[in-house]
């Protein structure tokens, strides 16, 4: 009874909050959760809906015609070209689009996932959900968490039937260059394997870094055939300061883009994303999210074409607000720096610390709620490469950020002792 | 119920300051209407006209009912949740339609708005034609969506029927005859059909269509000529829009850019 089931665990990230529930007057800055609200315009829009009693039916699988040609119009204007007819569909969050993919590539025989380590804890429990294991591959933390390709390489084998990966990188902040990822689309295509990938912190890439990867790419060596051809593919793309693999029309039966409303609209409570891919993959996919969910929520659905159409100011001033954080945020850890060393992230709205000396992150983080009342994630619950950090979420208000640091800032402060022998 | 007002005060002076504008300005109307496809052929007449050296105007983003058809065609954006956003937005209005220096003339105005218009309900096409009177119409599909306030998808196409009959007497009614409905109000239009699709029997026809890995390829076809095109989009929908950008090509005459100083030269 429950064979698989048994080799899956709640996400980390979630058994922290529901041990932060306890406490009286905890401050978190473990979920990922914008303090925002959702925008009023799309609260209005989905309201209307409401109002029209178009919401109480089931939608068609794909989702809403309406709501698809508004994705196709969006990706468009990225550079993505997908067919809102066949090749989108709207899904319950990202994480119901990652897990209808999974189900749909993995098979007895190709079974492996690489993840990067550390990436989005969620990742590797929706591999095992789908039957799948997942193969972890270290980022470099002391080269800004890169991509380790050697080891990564080393890692691919026959069995592989996919590589998963959060870009913006959750819990780094780190933008993939557009150099690496056209390393991964080399591999992919050289040895058979989907690229997955999720796209959610897009949004959020700060000012002085959102150029990341265009600016990155004078470094590739263009002497050898596969070089050549991703030299082809730069000249091609439309110079968005974002890059997305699925903006290559020749790799777009290999790439499965999945992007969620949650974060970039403040809209995590209405399990809204899509995922787009070419025709022959989201035929595949679409019975496994028909299975699962039917089709997305439809109200969430009617909102989400207000948030495309009419959301990008929100968008915008969220931005600002989160690079604000992300500065208190790095200025509270300097003045820790006897306790944690940082790399300041590019963008999403996690830092990812490591404690210094190095310690057990899942200690650390119950130590400090306990103690502090200040919940935080464990790293190790991002991979292997993730023990001895632990993730910090700037998507709470500043006041959040403020009392959090008070907090720990006291615990360091009384407990020194306690906490080198951790 | 203050809120419901307020709304009605906004539509009421945004429908008359876009009367004024339009009857100050004279620009050619095209309405683009039906329940798909609405977006990338409005991109695709717009191109066409602007190869033909006219000024274009769209919709912006979804502005295509009661409120957002007369900012179209303003030029305005939504005044979006807020009370003195659409204060402003009236004020903008005022200040554009009784501007003196707005005539048909104004090198900043548009020769040509190219309109979607969407209806929910029935009646909808009644208030959307007492602010727009097109000079040609572009119908797309009649579907399911948006048809929970019509008994039936018939009533949807007695809808668009309107639109035809208020074409004036050397107005154009372009129709996809893939869809049976739009097809079938070419039979009761008095007014020049030019009909599109993948039928056999349209005017501009479609074939031999090819998915290829960075797009599609097909032909069309027309009464005078066939062309063989590729395009880096994906979907029926980008097809049709193509028909439609060949049909404009192939029925409006170019604007002679620059005129007088060609000849003075």
């Known amino acids: 009874m429950f064979s698989r089931t048994q080799k899956i665990n709640l996400s980390p990230i979630k058994q922290i909050e529901i041990l932060a529930s306890k406490i009286p007057d905890v401050v978190s800055l473990a979920q990922g959760v914008p303090s925002f609200d959702t925008p009023e315009v799309v609260k209005k829009a989905a309201i209307k809906a409401l109002n029209r009693g178009v919401v109480a039916k089931y939608s068609l699988t794909y989702g809403l015609p309406e709501l698809r040609e508004t994705i196709e119009q969006k990706l468009a204007e990225e550079g993505m070209y997908y067919d809102f007819e066949k090749e989108i569909i709207v899904t319950a969050g990202s994480i119901e689009a990652i897990t209808s993919v999974l189900i749909a590539i993995i098979e007895p025989k190709k079974n492996e996932v690489v993840l990067f380590s550390p990436s989005y804890t969620s990742y590797q429990e929706a591999i095992k959900v789908a039957g799948g294991k997942p193969i972890f591959v270290n980022l470099i933390e002391n080269d800004g968490w890169r991509i380790d390709f050697k080891f990564l390489e080393r890692k691919i084998n026959s069995k592989t039937a996919a590589i998963l990966f959060c870009n913006p990188n959750n819990p780094t902040g780190t933008v993939f260059s557009k150099e690496d990822l056209l390393k991964i689309a080399d591999l992919a295509e050289k040895k058979k394997f989907f690229i997955l990938s999720d796209e959610v912190y897009k949004d959020f890439i700060y000012a002085d870094e959102r150029e990341y990867g265009i600016a990155s790419l004078s470094a590739r060596n263009d002497n050898n055939q596969e070089s050549l051809r991703g030299a082809e593919r730069r000249s091609n793309l439309n110079q968005s300061a974002f890059f997305s693999l699925a903006q290559l029309p020749e790799l777009r039966k290999i790439v499965i883009r999945v992007f969620s409303l949650s974060k970039a609209y403040a809209m995590t409570g209405w399990r809204i994303g899509f995922l787009h891919s070419d025709e022959e993959n989201v035929k595949e996919i679409l019975k496994v999210h028909d299975s699962l969910v039917t089709c997305a929520p439809v109200i969430s659905q009617y909102a989400a074409i207000a948030a495309l159409d009419f959301g990008d100011k929100e968008i915008e001033k969220f931005r600002q607000q989160y690079q604000e954080r992300r500065d208190l945020i790095c200025r509270h850890l300097d003045d820790l720096k006897d306790f944690f060393s940082y790399q300041k992230p590019n963008s999403s709205y996690f830092v990812f610390p490591k404690l210094l000396p190095k310690r057990d992150s899942w200690r650390f983080a119950l130590d400090l709620l306990e103690k502090a009342h200040v919940a935080v994630v464990p790293g190790v619950a991002f991979g292997p490469s993730g023990e001895s950090h632990i993730r910090m979420s700037f998507g709470r208000s500043e006041k959040d950020i403020n009392e959090a640091f008070n907090r720990i800032k006291k615990y360091f402060n009384i407990r020194t002792s306690d906490v080198q022998n951790l | ?265």
């Open chain 2, 1 to 265: 119920m203050i809120n419901n007002i307020f709304k009605k005060i906004v539509q009421f002076k945004l429908k008359w300051l876009a009367k004024i504008y339009l009857w100050r300005t004279k620009p050619k109307i095209i309405v683009i209407a039906g329940t798909t496809g609405r977006y990338w052929i409005k991109e695709a007449v717009e191109e066409a006209l602007e190869e033909k050296n006219f000024s274009v105007r769209t919709n912006r983003k979804n502005f295509n009912a009661e409120i957002g058809l007369p900012l179209s065609i303003l030029g305005l954006p939504s005044g979006n949740a807020s009370f003195f956003g659409w204060l402003k937005i009236l004020w903008q209005a005022h200040k554009i339609c009784l501007s003196p220096r707005l005539s048909a003339s104004s090198p900043r105005e548009s020769a040509y708005l190219v309109l979607e218009m969407v209806i929910d309900a029935p009646e909808n096409m009644n208030y959307l034609l007492s602010i727009v009177k097109p000079d040609a119409v572009i119908l797309t599909t009649i579907t399911m969506i948006y048809a929970e306030n019509f008994e039936n998808l018939d009533e949807i196409a007695l809808e668009y029927k309107k639109l035809i009959k208020v074409l004036p007497w050397n107005g154009l009614a372009i129709l996809n005859f893939d869809d049976e409905r739009v097809k079938n109000l070419a039979e009761s239009s008095d007014k020049r059909v030019i009909s599109y699709g993948f039928s056999k029997e349209a005017d501009f026809q479609v074939k031999n269509v090819r998915k290829v890995s960075d797009g599609q390829e097909f032909e069309i076809s027309c009464p005078r000529q066939s062309a063989h095109l590729k395009i880096n989009r994906f979907g029926q929908h980008h097809i049709y829009a193509e028909l439609i950008k060949a049909i404009i090509k192939d029925n409006f005459k170019d604007r002679q850019k620059d005129f007088f100083g060609k000849i003075l030269k």
